[in-house]
């Protein structure tokens, strides 16, 4: 049982050792179809978690991704509200998937689409 635990805690993250949160963040954009030259805006409104905002002239909607390992409920709120107009539901917000618990996961899908690593 112990060593079916241990195989099971390996596969948690699809992440390597040592990830780069830059370098995940350049391949979260390929991977969604924004182009290396998007604009890149670290959101200082946001100051329990690190989120940044992709945009680019290729789409209408945003990007935005967030690498912490844990995603503050103050951020979710203020994220979700700012989300309320219809137009801003088309964006997309990228995040760990053990940063969420499953109901804030549910939550936040009723205001942009989530996707999760």
């Not at 995940?24 to 182009?35: A, I, Q, R, T, W």
């Not at 951020?75 to 801003?88: D, G, I, S, V």
């Amino acid at each position: 049982v112990q060593e079916l635990t241990q195989k099971f805690s390996a596969f948690q993250t699809p992440l390597v050792d040592n990830w780069n949160p830059d370098d995940l963040l350049y391949e979260v954009m390929l991977l969604n179809g924004f182009p290396l030259d998007s604009r890149i805006e670290k959101l200082d409104r946001y100051s329990q978690n690190i989120i940044k905002k992709v945009t680019s002239n290729f789409h209408e909607h945003a990007l935005y991704v967030c690498l912490d390992g844990f995603i503050q409920e103050a951020t979710l709120q203020q994220f979700a509200l700012e989300r309320e107009n219809e137009y801003a539901r088309e964006d997309l917000f990228v995040c760990l998937d053990s940063a969420l618990t499953d109901e804030s996961k549910f939550r936040l899908r009723d205001h942009c689409q989530l996707r999760v690593i």
